[in-house]
């Protein structure tokens, strides 16, 4: 069995059936911080893009997992923290290069893009794959420079 991880999660209205069914499926491997929202009553993805992009900054998780409708506003929420690298995830393939190719700490999903399997195949790759570095560490590096 993998070693735990411990990642924070966030999520809009859009995003709360995905966020729970996440967390359940990985109970057994990840400690989750829970940054919200806690019902599919309305509220803007920003606000959680925020928790997340706080979260990071202040040091409470490494990385994280924001959903909402196509992940796209939560994703851009998140990002505005230079603390975050937060990459938008349609399957597999781009979670392990966001990981591999850009050290992604936050990955992004959209749960009216994508069903609960690919999400599932996505945090799998999420936790399971490593930064590269080499060629890659000095792109990653001029992030901080934009």
Known sequence: MPNRQTLAISCDHAGFAMKEA???????????????????????????GKAMGQAITDGRAERGIVICGSGNGIAIAANRFPAVRCGLCTDATMARLTRQ?????????????IGIQVA???????????????????????????
Request: net charge negative.
């Open 22 to 48: 996440l967390k359940s499926h990985f109970a057994d491997r990840v400690d989750w911080i829970d940054l919200g929202t806690n019902s599919v009553d309305s509220v803007s993805y920003a606000d959680f």
């Open 101 to 113: 190719h850009n050290d992604a700490n936050v990955m992004a999903l959209g749960a009216r893009i």
């Open 120 to 146: 599932i195949d996505c945090v799998e790759e999420f936790l399971n794959t490593a930064f590269e570095g080499g060629r890659h560490q000095a792109r990653v590096d001029a992030l901080g420079q934009c």
